[in-house]
C-alpha cells in the first residue's frame, strides 16, 4: 500500500536535522505511529518522482539493525519520508555522559551488522554514519537511518550540506578539497564508525569545533594528525583495538565488517548480557533532567 499525508495525524516534533525536520505521525488506517521526515528541494516534478522510485528500493532494506521503511510521497516542492518510530531517539542525545563498554559493545555489534547487511544484500554504502544516524527504542533495540539510497536525493542535498562535524575519513576529506567525489568506498564508512564509536564513549565529537580556528585547520586534524583514541580508563585492551582497527590513516589497512564481526570485542560482547532496556531508560531519564535544567535556568534569566 502507498502512504499519503491525508492518512495521517501529525504528533509532536522530534527533531530538526540538516535538511527538515521530523515530526511523529500516526498512520491512522493501520493505528501505526510513524516517524516523517519532510525534505524541502527545490526540484521539479519529475526529479522528486525520481526520488521517490529510487526510495522505493527501501522497502527491501528489512533487517533487524535498519530503521523501517513505510514510503514516501511528495506534495508541492517537499519529499516526505515515512519510518519506524524510535521512541529513544538518536544516540547523539543520549551519550552525552560518556557510553560504558559493555553498551558500546552492543551498540558497536549492531550498527556494523547493519552496515554489513547494506552492503552485501543491497550494495549500498551508507556514507553518514554518525551517533545522529543511529537510532534507539525503549526495548534497547539499535538501528541505522539516513544511508544514501537515492542518487537524485544525495546530488540535492549535497550543495546545501554544511554542518561543523565532520564524520569523513581522511581520504573522502582530501578528495573533496580536489573536487573528487569518487574516492568513497564502504572502508570510508568503517572510519566513521570508529570516530562514532570514539564520541559515544567521550559523550561529545573528538574534533571539537571550538578548539580549531577554523573549518580548515579541523579538517587539517582529521587528515594529518594521529587518529584519535579510546581513553585508556574505562575501555578494555580489545575495545582499544577494535577502534584502532576502524581508524586507519590509510583505508586498505582498515578492518572489513567480516573482520570486526569475529573481532574479540565483539566476540566478548555476544559472551555477556547487557541491561540496554535500562540503559536506554536511565540515558532518557538523564536526558530529560538536563532539559528540565537548562529550562529552569532560561526562565530564571528570563524573570530576573
Ligand atoms: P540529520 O539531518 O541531522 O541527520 P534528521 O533530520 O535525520 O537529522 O533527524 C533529526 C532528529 O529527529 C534526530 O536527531 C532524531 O532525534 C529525530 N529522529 C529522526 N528520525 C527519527 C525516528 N525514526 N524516530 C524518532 N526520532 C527520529
New binding site residues.
Given amino acids: 500500500f502507498a502512504i499519503n499525508m491525508t492518512q495521517l495525524e501529525l504528533e509532536e ?10 515530526k ?1 505521525v500516526l498512520h491512522k488506517p493501520t493505528n501505526v505511529y ?2 516523517m ?1 519532510e ?1 524541502r528541494l527545490e526540484l521539479d516534478e519529475a526529479k522528486l518522482n525520481a526520488i521517490i522510485m529510487e526510495l522505493d528500493i527501501l522497502h527491501r532494506a528489512a533487517s533487524p539493525e535498519i ?1 523501517d521503511f513505510y514510503g514516501a510521497f511528495f506534495i508541492e516542492s517537499c519529499v516526505y519520508y515515512c ?8 544516540l ?2 543520549l551519550e552525552v555522559d560518556g557510553i560504558p563498554e559493555d553498551v558500546l559493545g552492543r551498540i558497536t555489534g549492531a550498527m556494523v551488522r547493519g552496515l554489513k547487511f547494506l552492503k552485501d544484500d543491497m550494495q549500498i554504502i551508507h556514507r ?1 554514519v ?1 551517533p ?2 543511529v ?1 534507539v ?1 525503549r526495548k534497547g533495540e539499535v538501528k541505522l ?2 544511508f544514501g539510497v537515492s542518487g537524485q536525493l544525495e546530488r540535492s542535498l549535497a550543495k546545501t550540506n554544511i ?1 561543523c562535524q565532520s564524520y569523513m575519513a581522511p581520504e573522502r576529506i582530501h578528495g573533496e578539497s580536489q573536487g573528487n567525489l569518487g574516492t568513497y568506498t564502504v572502508s570510508s564508512d568503517v572510519w566513521s564508525l570508529g570516530l562514532a564509536m570514539i564520541e559515544m564513549a567521550f559523550g561529545h565529537y573528538p574534533y571539537p569545533p571550538e578548539t580549531y580556528a577554523n573549518v580548515f585547520a579541523q579538517l587539517q586534524a582529521i587528515v594529518h594528525g594521529d587518529p584519535p583514541e579510546l581513553p585508556d580508563e574505562g575501555f578494555s585492551d580489545e575495545a582499544r583495538d577494535f577502534v584502532a582497527r576502524c581508524l586507519h590513516k590509510i583505508p586498505d589497512m582498515r578492518a572489513t565488517y567480516a573482520e570486526l564481526l569475529a573481532h574479540p570485542f565483539l566476540e566478548a560482547d555476544r559472551q555477556r548480557e547487557v541491561d540496554m532496556v535500562g540503559w536506554v531508560a536511565g540515558a532518557i531519564e538523564r536526558r530529560n533532567a538536563k532539559f528540565r535544567a537548562q529550562l529552569e535556568q532560561a526562565q530564571q534569566m528570563h524573570s530576573s
Wanted: net charge negative; hydrophobic share 30%; glycine share 14%.
Fill in positions: 516534533e522530534l527533531g530538526r536535522g540538516n535538511y527538515g525536520t521530523v511523529k510513524m516517524a521526515k525534505i530503521v519510518m519506524e518510530y524510535m521512541d529513544a531517539g538518536s547523539d542525545k553518514d554518525k545522529t544516524n537510532l527504542n537511518c539516513d554542518g
